[in-house]
Nanobody, 123 residues
Framework: QVQLVESGGGLVQAGGSLRLSCAAS????????MGWFRQAPGKEREFVAA????????YYRDSVKGRITISRDNAKNTGYLQMNSLKPEDTAVYYC????????????????WGQGTQVTVSS
């Protein structure tokens, strides 16, 4: 089992920045790929970004490329999502997930999920 807890969400004005954190406990975090997803009201959950177990390979949805950066610190069992130049359409609950396969994360599947953190971007 891997337990994931997100933090760092909040209210920010358009153009602002936030850094989300995903703290992991349980099995060896460094063995797992990690991903971030979001779900806006009335919409389906969508993939945002993923990172492989070592941190060497990252993947993003097109609409966030250049604004959002995924990273991880395996020594701290923590993953991050740095979000810059935020837009109102980035408003959503953001979830982190872990899976042994980054490919599964990229198609929206993961063995472990956090509870989510709300990000609200005002115009």
């Amino acid at each position: 089992q891997v337990q994931l807890v997100e933090s760092g969400g909040g209210l920010v004005q358009a153009g602002g920045s936030l850094r989300l954190s995903c703290a992991a406990s349980g099995r060896t975090f460094s063995s797992y790929a990690m991903g971030w997803f979001r779900q806006a009201p009335g919409k389906e959950r969508e993939f945002v970004a993923a990172i492989n177990w070592s941190g060497r390979n990252t993947y993003y949805r097109d609409s966030v490329k250049g604004r959002i950066t995924i990273s991880r610190d395996n020594a701290k069992n923590t993953g991050y999502l740095q979000m810059n130049s935020l837009k109102p359409e980035d408003t959503a609950v953001y979830y982190c997930a872990a899976d042994l396969s980054h490919e599964r994360l990229r198609i929206g599947r993961g063995d472990y999920w956090g509870q989510g953190t709300q990000v609200t971007v005002s115009s």
